[in-house]
């Protein structure tokens, strides 16, 4: 009888944990549906994913879990928090999958985490999806092998591996088709877009984007439908059909405003390239500005760089170059940030036009400068990019010849014909090598050459603008020069007038030779200016000469100055006022200072620092 009300004890317990444990998943599904049906980017909506996630470390079904894991760590993506935490949530999911033992559904997880690592451009990004592949080719699924082969595609899209991002989205989409999948061909398709985009083939971008929107309109997935609408925008602005993207864009816009806030953003810079190319600059601006504010929740560095290329394109055109040149600066910075290459050339050009713009010229150079050395890099890098996949297809021509060639020695005494396919295979294989290492030795010499010759024309652009300041500085002194000698002039007219003020008292002449003789001090200022320019024109000859004569005084170094300008004694005693008797006893004077003897010759003692 005890055992009975034991047994009935246990067996309520474990009915009632059953149930609350069916009211916590339903609780926490409910609130999941609700979420997703009006997903707005706000604190309160935030807060409920971020409890509703520790709510789900208690259920105990792995698999429920792991599906519970992904869903809001989806939610928290689509309102545009592609953070630590999101990625957090995710890999609590893989793990909570993986040990439920399904391995179909950890395809599933693979590539949440494979989802994540692509928009946030991880290093481990071609890890994951090879691994996704892995795993879905061990579930056999085809559909799991679709979607796998996409991620990769999508993988070679971000290293700019257009080829090999091609061939797998076109076996993706063979796969899809085979199965009857629209969705999946959907999805391919906007990746294809991407890559015809890229390979400048615009119209099979727009078309491959077309298809997947009238997809997604058909199959009720608005999000999905509207993204495809932004996408094709896209490609219709590179093409500059500015009527269709009036068409199309505002149906992306309605349906993404509230609920999609990094297509959101698109939507904003869509809008100000839009009015850019439509010549509304103020509207354009308003657009880019709105933009920044809504990716301010996103914090997509990227799209920042792009806001801020676009906000100085709308206002150079307005004829602003000073805000120009600020947003210039902030895209400059950014772009740095990122480390992203691509952005980086697009920025630095923009900064050295925009530097231009207002006058800082040698900010705008340095700017061109950098651009054309990081452009050079980045051709050099595709060039390896190019040599790298040329040594993978040798390798793995290679190994698949090894096994032909070892299969081949199993069966060389029953067939001779065997053994001489071997020598050719042999032959081919050491040809393939042959080859892969001419290319790579010359392209390894057209790097060379072509970084030469970029560092041969920005030396020459700097000795060219070295020779024109040179060129100014000396026409600046000589035009200071010039000064000082009319002021001479004019104190030599003063001392004739003093002469004959002697014979003749007149006070109105008098009132005039006082104003005169106020340019005496202007004159010693002149010389100061002239000496001063003169020195940092020559910073190592004036310390070489001080060096070795410590005592020279004002005057010795305004006459060195003129010595080593090729003034002759008549110039020089116009310059300073006095007698060419004067010039020779100054030059006397500093003749004993330099410890010269009556052979040495002066101008050629001054010549010689």
């Given at each position: ?6 047994f ?22 409910s ?13 309160s ?6 409890t ?18 992904h ?9 545009g928090?592609?953070d630590?935490i999101s ?11 993986k ?28 890890e ?6 892995e ?14 082969q ?22 993706s989409?063979?796969?899809?088709t ?14 294809l ?7 400048q083939?615009k ?6 984007t077309?298809k ?6 058909n199959?009720?997935r ?5 993204v ?11 093409i500059k059909?500015?009527?269709s993207?009036?068409k199309?864009?505002p ?8 609920r ?25 601006i ?7 504010d809504?990716n ?84 050099g ?18 190994r698949?010849?090894q096994?032909?060639?070892q ?6 005494l ?5 053994a ?8 081919l ?21 072509t ?5 041969t024309?920005?030396?020459e652009?700097?000795n060219?603008?070295?020779?024109q300041?040179?060129?100014y ?6 035009s ?57 024109m ?35 005693a116009?310059?300073?006022?006095i ?31």
């Amino acid at each position: 009888m005890r055992t009975n009300r034991l047994f009935c004890v246990l067996a309520f317990c474990f009915l009632s944990t059953c149930v609350l444990a069916q009211s916590a998943q339903g609780k926490i599904d409910s609130l999941y549906k609700q979420l997703k049906a009006n997903l707005e980017n706000n604190t309160s909506n935030l807060s409920k994913i971020d409890t509703a996630i520790r709510s789900i470390d208690k259920i105990e079904n792995d698999a429920v879990a792991g599906d519970f894991y992904h869903k809001f760590a989806n939610l928290r993506l689509d309102m545009g928090h592609w953070d630590s935490i999101s990625r957090l949530v995710h890999q609590k999911g893989y793990d909570r999958t993986k040990a439920s033992g399904d391995f179909c559904k950890l395809v599933i997880s693979q590539f949440n985490l494979t989802r994540y690592a692509l928009f946030q451009d991880s290093p481990d990004l071609f890890e994951l999806a090879n691994h996704g592949l892995e795993l879905a080719e061990e579930c056999g699924d085809l559909k799991h092998i679709a979607h796998a082969q996409s991620f990769i595609g999508a993988a070679f899209i971000n290293s700019s591996d257009y080829k090999n991002a091609l061939k797998n989205l076109i076996e993706s989409e063979k796969n899809y088709t085979s199965i009857e999948d629209s969705l999946g061909i959907a999805m391919v398709n906007l990746d294809l877009s991407m890559v015809y985009s890229n390979l400048q083939e615009k119209q099979k971008s727009i078309e491959a984007t077309k298809k997947a929107a009238f997809i997604y309109k058909n199959a009720g997935r608005d999000i999905n439908y509207a993204v495809a609408l932004i996408d094709m925008c896209s490609s219709y602005l590179d093409i500059k059909k500015t009527d269709s993207v009036i068409k199309y864009l505002p149906i992306a816009h309605k349906i993404v405003e509230n609920r999609h806030q990094l297509a959101n953003a698109y939507v904003y810079q869509h809008y100000g390239n839009l009015n850019i190319q439509l010549q509304k600059y103020d509207e354009a601006i308003k657009n880019l500005k709105k933009g920044l504010d809504v990716n301010k929740t996103i914090d997509d560095s990227s799209l920042n760089a792009n806001f801020y290329n676009f906000l100085v394109s709308a206002y150079t055109e307005k004829k602003n170059p000073e805000l120009a040149y600020v947003y210039a600066l902030k895209s400059d910075s950014v772009s740095k940030a990122i480390g992203d290459n691509y952005e980086r050339l697009k920025s630095l050009l923009t900064f050295a036009k925009a530097s231009h713009e207002i006058g800082k010229h040698k900010q705008s150079h340095g700017a061109f400068l950098n651009y054309i050395e990081l452009k050079d890099s980045i051709l050099g890098e595709e060039k390896l990019k190019e040599v790298a996949a040329l040594e993978k297809l040798y390798e793995a021509e290679k190994r698949e010849n090894q096994i032909k060639i070892q299969q081949q020695e199993n069966d060389l005494l029953e067939t001779k014909n065997r053994a001489a396919n071997n020598r050719n295979i042999a032959l081919l294989i050491s040809l393939l090598s042959l080859a892969a290492v001419a290319y790579a030795l010359v392209n390894k010499f057209r790097l060379r050459a072509t970084k030469q010759k970029a560092l041969t024309k920005v030396k020459e652009l700097e000795n060219t603008n070295l020779s024109q300041e040179l060129e100014y500085q000396k026409r600046e002194l000589t035009s200071k020069a010039l000064h000082i000698a009319q002021k001479n002039e004019m104190l030599s007219e003063l001392k004739e007038d003093l002469n004959q003020l002697e014979k003749d008292s007149n006070k109105g002449k008098v009132s005039l030779l006082i104003n005169k003789l106020h340019i005496d001090k202007q004159i010693d200022d002149n010389w100061e200016q002239f000496t001063n320019q003169f020195i940092e024109m020559n910073p190592d000859f004036f310390k070489s000469i001080n060096e070795i004569y410590g005592d020279l005084t004002k005057n010795d170094i305004r006459l060195i100055a003129l010595l080593k300008m090729k003034y002759d004694s008549n110039s020089i005693a116009s310059l300073l006022n006095i007698s060419p008797e004067g010039v020779k006893k100054a030059r006397y004077r500093l003749r004993k200072k330099l410890n010269l003897t009556s052979n040495d010759s002066l101008e050629k003692h001054i010549m010689s620092f």
